[in-house]
C-alpha cells in the first residue's frame, strides 16, 4: 500500500492518530502536499461522504472520520498555503443566532475541507452583523447557515435581507441546513439552496459555483 492509499485508509476508518503519523511520514518522504490532499486525505473523504449519504455510514462513525481528517489538514494545510496552492472556493459557515449547536455544521465544515474547498467557521449563535462582516472580508463563494432550533432558523431570512440590503448578495451564493429546515423553506427565504447532511452540502456548494 503505497502512502497516500494508506492515509486515505486510516481516514475512512476514522484513526486519527495514524492518518497524522502517515502524513507525516509521507510529507517527510518529499510527497508533495497537494497530493497528499487530493490524492489521500479528499479520497479518503470522499468514499466516507458516499457511504455516508448511503446509509452505509452513521454519525458517530463519521465524527471519527472527520477527526483523522482535521488530523491530516493541521499538516498539510500550512504547507498549500505556503505554496498558494487553490482552493475550489471559499465559504463562510457559522449556526445562526441564538443557536449553541454545531455538530452538523463541523461535519459540513470538515466535508468541505475534505472536498478541497477553503472553509471560514464562524461557530455558533452568529448574528447578523456577523456574518456580514465575514463575508466583506472574506469573499467568499458560499456562505452557509445552519439551525437546529425552529425558534432560531427565522434569523436565516435576517441575513438574506441583510445582504441585500448591503448590495452582497449578487456576490455570494447562500445555502441553508439543519433538522427543522426543509427544500420549501430554503426557497421561501431565498437561498440557493438546500443540504439535508454533510454529504450533500458539499454536492450543493459544488452545483451552486459551477452554475455561475
Known amino acids: 500500500m503505497d502512502r497516500y492509499a494508506e492515509i486515505a485508509q486510516h481516514v475512512q476508518n476514522g484513526y486519527s492518530e495514524r492518518a497524522r503519523k ?29 457511504k455516508f449519504k448511503s446509509g452505509q455510514m452513521f454519525l458517530p462513525e463519521v465524527l471519527a472520520v472527520a477527526g483523522a481528517m482535521k488530523a491530516g489538514m493541521e499538516l498539510v494545510k500550512p504547507l498549500l498555503v505556503a505554496a498558494r496552492h487553490e482552493p475550489l472556493g471559499k ?30 467557521d464562524l461557530g455558533t449563535d452568529v448574528r447578523v452583523e456577523k456574518f456580514i462582516d465575514a463575508i466583506e472580508r472574506e469573499h467568499p463563494d458560499v456562505v452557509g447557515m445552519s439551525a437546529l432550533l425552529t425558534t432560531t432558523m427565522v434569523h436565516m431570512k435576517t441575513v438574506i435581507e441583510a445582504l441585500k440590503q448591503r448590495d452582497l448578495r449578487a456576490h455570494v451564493k447562500v445555502i441553508v441546513g439543519g433538522a427543522p429546515i426543509s427544500k420549501n423553506f430554503a426557497s421561501e427565504i431565498g437561498a440557493d439552496g438546500y443540504a439535508r447532511d454533510a454529504a450533500t452540502a458539499v454536492d450543493v456548494v459544488k452545483e451552486l459555483l459551477n452554475s455561475r
Open 91 to 120: 465559504v463562510v459557515l457559522g449556526t445562526v443566532r441564538g443557536d449553541m449547536h454545531d455538530i452538523g455544521k463541523n461535519l459540513v465544515a470538515i466535508m468541505l475541507q475534505g472536498a478541497g474547498f477553503d472553509v471560514v
Open 22 to 50: 502517515a502524513v507525516e511520514a509521507a510529507l517527510a518522504e518529499g510527497c508533495p502536499a497537494e497530493r497528499v490532499l487530493k490524492e489521500g486525505l479528499i479520497a479518503g473523504m470522499e468514499v466516507v461522504a458516499a
